[in-house]
T-cell receptor, first 115, second 109 residues
Framework: GAGVSQSPSNKVTEKGKDVELRCDPISGHTALYWYRQRLGQGLEFLIY????????KSGLPSDRFSAERTGESVSTLTIQRTQQEDSAVYLC?????????????FGPGTRLTVL | DAKTTQPTSMDCAEGRAANLPCNHSTISGNEYVYWYRQIHSQGPQYIIH???NNETNEMASLIITEDRKSSTLILPHATLRDTAVYYCIVTSGTYKYIFGTGTRLKVLA
């Protein structure tokens, strides 16, 4: 079946511009996660959705970052007034706790470059 | 969720077993050990997980010590395609994974 998809795969923007990153989770997965991975680093948790509510936004690095989710479907991560330090790969994952399994299925990521 | 400690890097000869250790001395009773790997420029991929018993699947084996304070991921016959960063994660399954820097495994021809 289809996995997690993300778009765009690459995004180059100028400092100060807003960007929107999209994630399409696996159909039926109730949970959705966003992570950020800077070059050569591990993944940093940003936000978690259960359905369309976000019980944990603790990882969002500043108020320039926000995310929405429509039902149990697509999610959008928005970064306003981008800064060079926002350059990273943004990864989305989804999961379904069916059967007590919590493995997360990751998309290929969006590589964001802020000039 | 408990923290994990992994070696920064390891080499393994092709065809040999790769044994990747992970320390999680503060693990609590309801926390699972998950292993993921990330091949260059791709999203992380689930490998295996366990609670206290050893586990095996088509990709790997997971050995968890009796006190659960450490574990070892075993790739029985490493191939060049197993070159990746391997992450050990301890989680109660709620939702949040705390990724460390992982172990960079290089499989040598």
């Amino acid at each position: 079946g289809a996995g997690v998809s993300q778009s765009p795969s690459n995004k180059v923007t100028e400092k100060g511009k807003d960007v929107e990153l999209r994630c399409d989770p696996i159909s039926g997965h109730t949970a959705l996660y966003w992570y950020r991975q800077r070059l050569g680093q591990g993944l940093e948790f940003l936000i978690y959705f259960q359905g369309n509510s976000a019980p944990d936004k603790s990882g969002l690095p500043s108020d320039r970052f926000s995310a929405e989710r429509t039902g149990e479907s697509v999610s959008t991560l928005t970064i306003q007034r981008t800064q060079q330090e926002d350059s990273a790969v943004y990864l989305c994952a989804s999961s379904s706790p069916a059967g007590g399994r919590y493995e997360q299925f990751f998309g290929p990521g969006t590589r964001l470059t802020v000039l | 969720d408990a923290k994990t400690t992994q070696p920064t890097s390891m080499d393994c000869a092709e065809g040999r077993a790769a044994n990747l250790p992970c320390n999680h001395s503060t693990i609590s009773g309801n926390e699972y050990v998950y292993w993921y790997r990330q091949i260059h420029s791709q999203g992380p991929q689930y490998i295996i997980h366990g609670l206290k018993n050893n586990e095996t699947n088509e990709m790997a084996s997971l050995i968890i010590t009796e006190d659960r304070k450490s574990s070892t991921l075993i790739l029985p016959h490493a191939t060049l395609r197993d070159t990746a960063v391997y992450y050990c994660i301890v989680t109660s399954g709620t939702y949040k994974y705390i990724f460390g820097t992982g172990t960079r495994l290089k499989v040598l021809a």
